[in-house]
């Protein structure tokens, strides 16, 4: 059995490959703007004066490969380009948020929405019930809060909460100010955002 692979012709892109009884029964499988290489070529090659040929390296996952003139090519715009970067700001600022803080007392507490539910919902109940201190179990283990102290500790959620979402707004409005593709690849996400560790005053 002979090997053979079919191509198109314009682009040498391998579209399938197989394997037949003869060189003549080889030939045949071309359809229509398709050629037959009478070997074995591989999909990451394509066919150059008919002989496969290594297609170059993929330089990252943003890239598709031209077949027309055999090279990779960054498809994405740049409001593509924007947009990708605003996206992981995002993600940064969502996981600044809800990755805690650590207050000047030594207290870490965590800051997604539960906690600052939970937080409000303790402060509320106290109040309700008359009780002036509460042992309030923090991200770094039992504290002894006064109700003062503990709205302390939700305000400095909230302080940083808001940073974090002014920060993101920060970086959203600089981002759409870029113009090519060098400053987008420049642009540092993890510039900008609020400290999360003995940073934060609760009274």
């Not at 969502?94 to 990755?99: A, D, L, Y």
């Amino acid at each position: 059995m002979i090997d053979f692979t079919v191509y198109k012709t314009a682009t040498g892109e391998v579209v399938r490959s197989g394997y037949a009884g003869s060189e003549d029964e080889c030939l045949s499988q071309a359809f229509e703007g398709e050629s037959v290489y009478v070997g074995k070529a591989r999909f990451d090659q394509y066919l150059a004066d008919g002989k496969p040929v290594d297609m170059p390296s993929k330089p990252d996952e943003h890239h598709v490969f031209d077949w027309t003139h055999r090279a990779w090519l960054d498809p994405r715009t740049m409001e593509d380009r924007r947009r990708a970067l605003r996206e992981r700001v995002t993600e940064r600022r969502w996981e600044i948020e809800t990755g805690g803080i650590t207050l000047q007392s030594g207290v870490r507490v965590l800051t997604g929405k539960p906690d600052q539910d939970r937080i409000t919902a303790v402060i509320v109940n106290a109040d309700i019930a008359g009780i002036d201190a509460v042992d309030f179990k923090a991200d770094s283990g039992w504290a002894r809060l006064t109700l003062d102290e503990l709205r302390g500790v939700a305000k400095a959620i909230g302080l940083h909460v808001q940073a974090c979402f002014s920060a993101e707004r920060t970086h959203h409005a600089a981002i759409d100010q870029l113009r090519t593709e060098a400053e987008t690849e420049a642009y540092d996400i993890s510039a900008g955002w609020p400290l999360t560790n003995n940073s934060i005053e609760t009274q």
